[in-house]
């Protein structure tokens, strides 16, 4: 840090300090087996100076893993002699809002926690690592935490990062903070029990990062297509390699600019057209109800249109990523991404959170990209009479 005084020419100010500081972004992400065998001691390592102080941990669990997984979970501390405190919760992308956020500060207040040796610990899907993060990012301004991802979309994707969040004011993660975890724990044995429209969903991501940055990932998931919805895959070398490209592409995208100082970024491919329409049918008990991944995966496809009328990918590109798509399971013909009016939102919205450009990363070629800023309404209209096609 340095502090510089300045002498300043207006007539109002008698005195000026400008302060300069860096902030140190260090985690690790594991990939790890046995998370809850007694004889692993990655939950329970001491984070105290003081080598004679109980440890104790309190532990956010996601209320559907829990039901499978609580004897193995309670098992775990109690076999390590670890005070604890378990809290399952039923959290869902419709609430992760501020009434649950406030529940999490309370549970974390009544334990008393320590502020800089009793992480929180948090095992579940992403929306609830952004919650609880969230929680742990403002609670005595900052408390450390981990993450235990049982998922595959958390896995891959809200593990890696350092963002957390709640829902707010109608809009996806509205409100939220920049705070890594100490650890992201990824324990790919616990996403056996996932329904195939969980791993479906986490697909999503996982086909958005290969098709905009790695031509090489993308073929592996064409190649494997038939076989991507079978948890059991993912422990064959070639699902462990797509995984492992998986997470190591996302953090080359994010290591160096974590908190979105450069708002120009192709992880941001899939997260234009998408938050509209997620958020949108969640609150539509008239149509289905899209998890994070698919919209992002519809998002995908409806940028992938419209570079393609763009010139930029070749038709046979185009039927690729459709075809996986519908292999997967994606919901492509759901209405949300065919109404131009919430597309349309959306890309304004998200030309807004990138300070007034839409920085658009599109497809150019599998495998690249390029950012474009004159999408106009006629592209959208465009893209949707090319999805219809593609869609049936």
Same mark, same amino acid.
């Given at each position: 840090?340095?502090?510089?005084?300045?002498?300043?020419?207006?007539?109002?100010?008698?005195?000026?300090?400008?302060?300069?500081?860096?902030?140190?972004?260090?985690?690790?992400?594991?990939?790890?087996?046995?998370?809850?065998?007694?004889?692993?001691?990655?939950?329970?390592?001491? !984070?105290?100076?003081?080598?004679?102080?109980? &440890?104790?941990?309190?532990?956010?669990?996601?209320? @559907?893993?829990?039901?499978?997984?609580?004897?193995?979970?309670?098992? !775990? /501390?109690?076999? @390590?002699?670890?005070?604890?405190?378990?809290?399952?919760?039923?959290?869902?992308?419709?609430?992760?809002?501020?009434?649950?956020?406030?529940?999490?500060?309370?549970?974390?207040?009544?334990?008393?926690l320590s502020r800089r040796d009793e992480p929180i610990i948090v095992i579940g899907g992403g929306v609830l690592t952004d919650i609880v993060g969230f929680a742990a990012s403002i609670y005595r301004r900052g408390v450390p935490y981990i993450k235990v991802a049982t998922t595959l979309l958390c896995a891959i994707d809200s593990c890696v990062g350092i963002k957390t969040s709640i829902n707010?004011?109608?809009?996806?993660?509205?409100?939220g903070t920049y705070f890594g975890p100490l650890i992201s724990y990824i324990d790919l044995s616990l996403i056996k029990s996932l329904p195939n429209d969980e791993v479906s969903s986490a697909l999503g991501e996982i086909i958005k990062i290969a098709l905009i940055k790695n031509k090489k990932l993308f073929n592996n998931i064409y190649e494997s297509s038939n076989k991507l919805l079978d948890t059991n895959f993912y422990k064959t070398n070639i699902g462990s390699k797509i995984i492992n490209e998986s997470i190591f592409d996302m953090l080359e995208e994010l290591h160096e600019n974590f908190e979105e100082k450069i708002l120009k970024r192709c992880v941001d491919f899939g997260h234009t057209f998408s938050p509209?329409?997620?958020?949108?049918?969640?609150?539509?008990?008239?149509?289905?109800?899209?998890?994070?991944?698919?919209?992002?995966?519809?998002?995908?496809?409806?940028?992938?249109? &419209?570079? /393609?009328?763009?010139?930029?990918?070749?038709?046979q590109e185009l039927n690729k990523i459709f075809?996986?798509?519908?292999?997967? @399971?994606?919901?492509?013909?759901?209405?949300?991404?065919?109404?131009?009016?919430?597309?349309?939102?959306?890309?304004?919205?998200?030309?807004?959170?990138?300070?007034?450009?839409? @920085?658009?990363?599109?497809?150019?070629k599998i495998g690249n990209y390029e950012f474009f800023n004159d999408i106009r309404l006629a592209d959208v209209e465009n893209g949707i009479k090319t999805y219809k096609k593609l869609s049936n």
């Open positions: 840090m340095t502090i510089e005084t300045k002498k300043n020419s207006s007539s109002f100010v008698t005195k000026e300090w400008n302060v300069t500081g860096q902030k140190e972004v260090s985690y690790s992400v594991q990939i790890i087996t046995n998370i809850f065998n007694v004889n692993n001691k990655s939950l329970i390592k001491n !984070y105290s100076t003081d080598f004679k102080k109980v &440890i104790r941990r309190i532990i956010f669990v996601d209320g @559907n893993f829990y039901n499978l997984y609580s004897k193995t979970i309670s098992n !775990y /501390f109690e076999k @390590n002699k670890i005070s604890h405190k378990i809290i399952p919760l039923p959290i869902e992308e419709s609430t992760k809002n501020i009434d649950y956020l406030n529940v999490i500060l309370k549970h974390v207040d009544d334990f008393g707010h004011f109608g809009r996806r993660s509205r409100l509209v329409i997620e958020m949108r049918s969640l609150e539509d008990g008239s149509v289905s109800s899209l998890k994070h991944g698919e919209a992002v995966c519809l998002d995908v496809l409806m940028s992938s249109c &419209i570079s /393609f009328n763009r010139r930029l990918l070749t038709k075809a996986i798509s519908k292999k997967i @399971n994606m919901p492509i013909n759901h209405p949300y991404i065919q109404n131009v009016d919430y597309l349309m939102e959306s890309l304004l919205d998200a030309t807004k959170h990138r300070g007034g450009s839409q @920085n658009l990363p599109l497809p150019i």
